[in-house]
């Protein structure tokens, strides 16, 4: 059975009022894979696994998320009227937020089991303290990443392919996405727990850490936590721009950023994206001379065009082997080592966390900073 289709499976077809009286005999407990076993041995074993799965998430989901007048009949699962009523659970307290999608979500005011499909908002929830009940694994991305994988969370497979009876089974209370990488499968996941979509590298528009990190504060009721880390970076950055003479000392430093994507060609990062807002707006150094503000995200060049790249300090990054091999023709040519910056030691090749964009990767950022220019211009006596 493919992955992403597991959570169409047809309704149950035995008798649903059966299932009603079922359903109001189950224990009042939040455990899925109990209530699922529960299930399984009080009536329910004709259905697979998974049904019994999705009969429990729906019936967890209820109790949650609907709102009345203290206790709720498990009868109104299937509405088919059961005379039998459960014993009255305490409601949950919820928040409604409005997520990037514009849809207005329903979610418990302190989620502790969150699920998190794609790398960027995996760091951004882990940044934020917050338990992490599933993630891919990021097999690929580098140790800086697949280190960080929380101990206890359901490994739900790559990036990009989620298995949806894994993620089922992890018993999420919500679901944090990237909307562009999961519209085939929203409405799957929606059935699974309340799924709040927050854009990341979607919109035309600068691109910054901040931007991205406040609406996952937002979604786990972590606001607070969320300001006292930007606050701790803003101190950071005030710090490294002082150590370097200040605001006109760092403006006077030109600086390129450049990702090698084949022997041919590379890119010139520009003053909108992620990493431009950072070494740009943030730190206030300067673009190199030949790219300015309307270059927006950046150019991609070729290598007769490499002198578009020079600057004061150039850093760059391959992602992954492939890459890195890719990119050593262009350090070995002539016109590569003619650079100002590579003739004065000050190119600098960097590792793969500066593709991501996060509390944790943008003090890694900040830490190279710190290594390879602060030092670098402050050489000891």
Known sequence: ?????????????????????????????????????????????HLSA???????????????????????????????????AAAPTATVATRTITDGLGREVVLPANPQRIAVLEPDNFLNVLALNAPIAAAPNLEGFGAFYEELFPEG????????????????????????????RVEEILDQLEQIAPVVGIPIFEEDENQTWQKYFRPVAEALGRQEEAEEIITAYDERVAGIRAALGGAEAVAAMTF???????????????????IGQFLYNDLGFSLPAAISEADGFGRTVSLEEI?????????????GEEEHEVSQPVWDSPLWQRLNAVQNGRFYELGEYWWAISPQTVNRWLDDIEQYVVEDSNPPS
């Open 256 to 274: 390129s950023f450049l990702r090698f994507r084949d022997p041919a060609t590379f890119y010139i990062t520009g003053i909108q994206h992620s």
């Open 1 to 45: 059975m493919n992955q992403n289709t597991t959570l169409t499976t047809a309704r149950p077809t035995t008798n649903a009022c059966d299932l009603d009286t079922l359903v109001c005999r189950a224990p009042a407990t939040d455990d899925l894979l109990a209530l699922a076993d529960w299930f399984g041995t009080n009536g329910a074993a």
């Open 50 to 84: 998974i049904e019994r799965i999705e009969l429990a998430e729906r019936l967890i989901t209820r109790r949650h998320f609907l709102i009345g007048a203290g206790a709720l009949g498990l009868g109104m699962i299937t509405g088919c009227g059961a005379e039998e």
């Open 153 to 180: 969370a359901t490994d739900i497979g790559s990036f990009g392919e989620p298995n949806l009876e894994l993620l089922t089974t992890a018993a999420p209370d919500v679901i944090i996405v990237t909307p562009s």
């Open 307 to 319: 002198e578009l790249a020079d600057a004061d300090i150039i850093f760059g990054y391959s992602f």
